[in-house]
T-cell receptor, first 115, second 115 residues
Framework: AQSVTQLGSHVSVSEGALVLLRCNYSSSVPPYLFWYVQYPNQGLQLLLK????ATLVKGINGFEAEFKKSETSFHLTKPSAHMSDAAEYFC?????????????WGLGTSLAVNP | DVKVTQSSRYLVKRTGEKVFLECVQDMDHENMFWYRQDPGLGLRLIYF???????EKGDIPEGYSVSREKKERFSLILESASTNQTSMYLC??????????????FGPGTRLLVL
């Protein structure tokens, strides 16, 4: 079955440290890959997406992600964490087309940023 | 900007009540989705709709029904609320590009408590 795995349900970093949130998918090359962020008591909002144009994708708030086909990965990074980055992060893969289109979600990673 | 609105942010209902959750989007998106979000379980798809009057079951449709009479509105119905339906409910909408699901835009969520 197709799946999305986010390694680490909880990640804690210090303010100013590198943020690395991992996402792996089990499929052949997907049409689209997404990272979403959810701040407390809010809905999800798009951070960035890969649509087969460039393997390194830049998103909002200084985040970026690199699509690596050989590793079936789409890890999210940010060079320097801010307190405001504390949130839940979700990776998702859009697979199929037409009547077979579907979105597969990871379980999420909760990011804590320590002062 | 796409706007997805949900009728209530917080809702408290009694066991056995019929509950209606309403979602409206203003960007003429053909696809609409209802998810529930529970700690440790990520987002689970309840129902989705690719067109007016069209609905498809997601991963956990039991105990729920939906209605899409107009393109902009997608309603989730709990026929007889039970305590295990206490959850955060998220509505989303999206376009399809070449039949592939595009970015999903989320509402702020409805936190439902069933007593």
């Amino acid at each position: 079955a197709q799946s999305v795995t986010q390694l680490g349900s909880h990640v804690s970093v210090s303010e100013g440290a590198l943020v690395l949130l991992r996402c792996n998918y089990s499929s052949s090359v997907p049409p689209y890959l997404f990272w979403y962020v959810q701040y407390p008591n809010q809905g999800l909002q798009l951070l960035l997406k890969y649509t087969s144009a460039a393997t390194l994708v830049k998103g909002i708030n200084g985040f970026e992600a690199e699509f690596k086909k050989s590793e079936t990965s789409f890890h999210l990074t940010k060079p320097s964490a801010h307190m405001s980055d504390a949130a839940e992060y979700f990776c998702a893969v859009s697979l199929g087309a037409g009547n077979n289109r579907k979105l597969i979600w990871g379980l999420g990673t909760s990011l804590a940023v320590n002062p | 900007d796409v706007k997805v609105t949900q009728s209530s942010r917080y809702l408290v209902k009694r066991t056995g009540e019929k509950v209606f959750l309403e979602c409206v989007q203003d960007m003429d998106h053909e696809n609409m989705f209802w998810y529930r979000q529970d700690p440790g379980l990520g987002l689970r798809l309840i129902y989705f709709s690719y067109d007016v009057k069209m609905k498809e079951k997601g991963d956990i449709p039991e105990g729920y029904s939906v209605s899409r009479e107009k393109k902009e509105r997608f309603s989730l119905i709990l026929e007889s609320a039970s305590t295990n339906q206490t959850s955060m409910y998220l509505c989303a909408s999206s376009l399809s590009l070449a039949g592939v699901l595009e970015t999903q835009y989320f509402g702020p969520g409805t936190r439902l408590l069933v007593l």
